[in-house]
């Protein structure tokens, strides 16, 4: 399995795109060098991991950019736009909003929390109580249009993160979990000063699960970091960040811990050093044990020639790492089903299935936030995927349960045939 990892890209509205686009060079240099990696490697990226700092400032017109961008990263690698899994940072929050005293003061109650027993507790109350989550959450309203595409918005109390599945080469699972460390993000962040909310505990022992976990802050950006990376380093065996700018590998017994270089840092910044991860992961199954077989990939900028270049650990150009497994046998799979779903409410999809049908729902989805409003409104109407309790959901709720819905009812050939008919026909360019 091959990951492809990326952070802190700070598309800069007015900047990313202009003909004043200084990062223009760093993400032609970019692409060139992954798709020499993929084939060198000799394969595609399975997930495409961007931890973070999407935006620049949450402008609606940084993640359109962002959003082409990643089509191009996709397309270059040789892997679908249904890879992609993203959560948000520190500059994916609208700090307009966070500058409101109210969300201030939700911010300072929290942190006037000292005791770090009462902490889970007092972070589980706001995000319960309807104001106080709505306050938390609306800086992130942009991201959260974004990333609904992809089936990673965030909608609390019961989705304050992103999980997705994938199959190893022994048939065992990665767990890919994402967590928000920016829901008490704002102009005044310093270290120590940040959270992420109690459902990041939940990550647990599986059998034939290997679990990776993504945040956007590292631990030392965290008030409750110490409690987190206690928990991670037994239950987490790959570790991955941004914010930081900084590439780091750290080796533990159980575990690997991977931080990125920003893909677009600040150019003000000393030791200004773009880079970009890839991550090859293998089970190895030899004798009675199992082992998780790590090579990162770390690709950093170099200056004179401008180019991408590995950072080496010694002699060699990636850092490996193997870390044991537990026994596992794999399970006989059970018999086929015929069962049709009945057309039933889809629950918030806080947990979503893994299967052909979610593949395709996920190509489908890109497709379909690509559309106006307008006909997004028609073809849910159209297909009956609205119900009546979606009135009171924001925007992109409303549309995230309207795909479900149409997995969910067995209507994902429907649903493609109405979002082909909406999708304006691209017409050759005339020759010259």
Partial sequence: MLILHLSDIHFKNGEAGSPMDQDHHVRTVLLRDLRQQCETIGATPDVVLVSGDIAYAGDADEYDFAQKWLEEVCKTAGCDT?????????????????????????HNDIKATADSKLLPGKLAQLLHEEDSRDWLYRSIENYNDFATQYFCDLLPPDRTTVERRFELNDGSTLCI????????????????SLYVDPSAQRITHEDGVTHVVMCHHPYNWLA????????????????????EHTNRVV????????????????????GWEPGYNLLELSVDTEGNSRTLDIKAHIRV??????????????????????????????PQAPPKSDHVAEASAVPDGTVIEEDASMTSLRTLSIRYFKLTFSKKL??????????????????????????????ERNLLDELKAAIDAATPVKLPEQEQ
Avoid: C, Y
């Fill in 301 to 330: 900028w170099q200056n004179r020639p401008t180019q991408f270049v590995a950072k080496m650990d010694g002699a060699a150009d990636h850092f490996s790492q193997s870390i044991a497994l537990e026994a596992w046998t794999a």
């Fill in 82 to 106: 249904s890879t992609i899994m993203v959560i948000p940072g520190n500059h994916d929050v609208q700090q307009t909003i966070t500058k409101k005293h109210l969300v201030q003061a939700i």
């Fill in 177 to 192: 979990t994402g967590l928000n460390s920016a829901f008490v993000s704002s102009q005044n962040d310093k270290e120590r």
């Fill in 378 to 407: 028609e073809i849910a109407g159209s297909l009956e995927l609205f119900e009546e309790a979606d009135t009171k959901l924001p925007d992109h709720e409303r549309f995230r349960r309207v795909l479900l819905r149409a997995r």
């Fill in 251 to 270: 080796l533990g017994r159980d575990w690997i811990r991977v931080a990125a270089s920003a893909a677009h840092p600040d150019r003000r910044e000393d």
């Fill in 224 to 243: 409750n970091g110490q409690q987190l990376e206690d928990h991670l380093n037994v239950v987490s065996k790959i570790q991955i960040f941004g914010h």
